[in-house]
T-cell receptor, first 114, second 112 residues
């Protein structure tokens, strides 16, 4: 099946740890995105990438890092510098030729600090 | 920064009634989209309206766009319990980056 796969669905992080959230897509989409969603809130853009080996900061990039070594993969690392990481993280992707700008989402990953 | 703001934040209606949600945004846009999110899940695209369109329909969904007021509305007719979800508007700006900026969402509850 084509789609966007995020893993793990649930992740617990201890204070001071770095954790990495995986995002893989087999849609042959060019652009990929990471959003953060706090309970009852909208989505805020963390990082995005339009091509391999290139990415840009979004609105709340501090404390996060990404890589885009392959077109289909865009992992997000939540570093210890992110002081309030407990949230729902959503990965998305888009075909740049799509003039409608529609993006497609994975099912999300819950990160909790313990 | 949040581009769009939905109104109301929460809406509770009876099955069969219509639900109307509004979205306001701040800067010029190429298009505006509405997404749906079931609790704890990813977002699903519902409908897109371009800046040169005023109204668009898709099944039980009707979207309007008023660029002079920088606002859009989403109407769900004959609502069903399965429509219970959060609804977000998202705007694609005229700038680069192919980014979408999402509003704060309306939580819709449709009761039997």
């Amino acid at each position: 099946d084509g789609g966007i796969t995020q893993s793990p669905k649930y992740l617990f992080r201890k204070e001071g740890q770095n954790v990495t959230l995986s995002c893989e897509q087999n849609l042959n989409h060019d652009a990929m995105y990471w959003y953060r969603q706090d309970p009852g809130q909208g989505l805020r853009l963390i990082y995005y990438s339009q091509i391999v080996n290139d990415f840009q900061k979004g609105d709340i990039a501090e404390g996060y890092s990404v890589s885009r070594e392959k077109k289909e993969s865009f992992p997000l690392t939540v570093t210890s510098a992110q002081k309030n990481p407990t949230a729902f993280y959503l990965c998305a992707s888009k075909l740049l030729r799509d003039s409608g700008n529609t993006i497609y989402f994975g099912e999300g990953s819950w990160l909790t600090v313990v | 920064s949040q581009q769009g703001e939905e109104d109301p934040q929460a809406l509770s209606i009876q099955e069969g009634e219509n639900a109307t949600m509004n979205c306001s945004y701040k800067t010029s846009i190429n298009n505006l989209q509405w997404y749906r999110q079931n609790s704890g899940r990813g977002l699903v695209h519902l409908i897109l309206i371009r800046s040169n369109e005023r109204e668009k329909h898709s099944g039980r969904l009707r979207v309007t766009l008023d660029t002079s007021k920088k606002s859009s509305s989403l109407l769900i007719t004959a609502s069903r319990a399965a429509d219970t979800a959060s609804y977000f508007c998202a705007t694609g700006g005229s700038g680069g980056g192919n980014k979408l900026t999402f509003g704060t969402g309306t939580q819709l509850k449709v009761e039997l």
